[in-house]
T-cell receptor, first 112, second 114 residues
Framework: DADVTQTPRNRITKTGKRIMLECSQTKGHDRMYWYRQDPGLGLQLIYYSFDVKDINKGEISDGYSVSRQAQAKFSLSLESAIPNQTALYFC???????????FGPGTRLTVL | AQSVTQPDIHITVSEGASLELRCNYSYGATPYLFWYVQSPGQGLQLLLKYFSGDTLVQGIKGFEAEFKRSQSSFNLRKPSVHWSDAAEYFCAVGGPEYGNKLVFGAGTILRVKS
């Protein structure tokens, strides 16, 4: 079984809709991250959480929000989706300070 | 701003030829350094990592990387490329000097020709 899972894997939605992407992990890690990937830009950090009561904005948090429901669950929401949020979204976890991160398989989101 | 540069957007090599992918970081005396690989439609898989110690590190799939502090570089190498190595490769830097987060380069797409 995968250690970091993301649902859904693919989603097509319309402008203005609210969307939630979910991430679950069985690695027992305290730290969780949400990234978006756009061609030629690498991965950009949206939000991160170092424990259940800690939420921090990343480089590109505008238009996004997150919820850390438990150590194992970290959800990303797009309150009102817009076409330039069309991207591949990755969740990741880590155990150490700035150490290795483990990635989920990604969610491909298309906003029409 | 803290940044990671991968100067080559695309690289094409022949199967069996050697490979070197370049990575430079802008900041940090004691960076944590990583190379990840992403195959089409897949997530990111860690190839290798450097925290401290021996500056030449070995990873999976026959890859290695060398940390050169004087050049702020962490280049990835493989002596003989296989067709299955075709993928996108990302360099990343982290550690306390990076707020315990990772900063990623833009990626290098590797094409392997037979």
């Amino acid at each position: 079984d995968a250690d970091v899972t993301q649902t859904p894997r693919n989603r097509i939605t319309k402008t203005g809709k609210r969307i939630m992407l979910e991430c679950s992990q069985t690695k027992g890690h305290d730290r969780m991250y949400w990234y978006r990937q756009d061609p030629g830009l690498g991965l950009q950090l949206i939000y991160y959480s170092f424990d259940v009561k800690d939420i921090n904005k990343g480089e590109i948090s505008d238009g996004y929000s997150v919820s850390r429901q438990a150590q194992a669950k970290f959800s990303l929401s797009l309150e009102s989706a817009i076409p330039n949020q069309t991207a591949l979204y990755f969740c990741a976890t880590s155990a150490l300070h700035g150490g290795e991160q483990f990635f989920g398989p990604g969610t491909r989101l298309t906003v029409l | 701003a803290q940044s990671v540069t991968q100067p080559d957007i695309h690289i094409t090599v022949s199967e069996g030829a050697s490979l070197e992918l370049r990575c430079n970081y802008s900041y940090g005396a004691t960076p944590y350094l990583f190379w990840y690989v992403q195959s089409p439609g897949q997530g990111l898989q860690l190839l290798l990592k450097y925290f401290s110690g021996d500056t030449l590190v070995q990873g999976i799939k026959g890859f290695e990387a060398e940390f050169k502090r004087s050049q702020s570089s962490f280049n990835l190498r493989k002596p003989s490329v296989h067709w299955s190595d075709a993928a996108e490769y990302f360099c990343a830097v982290g550690g306390p000097e990076y707020g315990n987060k990772l900063v990623f380069g833009a990626g290098t797409i590797l094409r392997v020709k037979s």
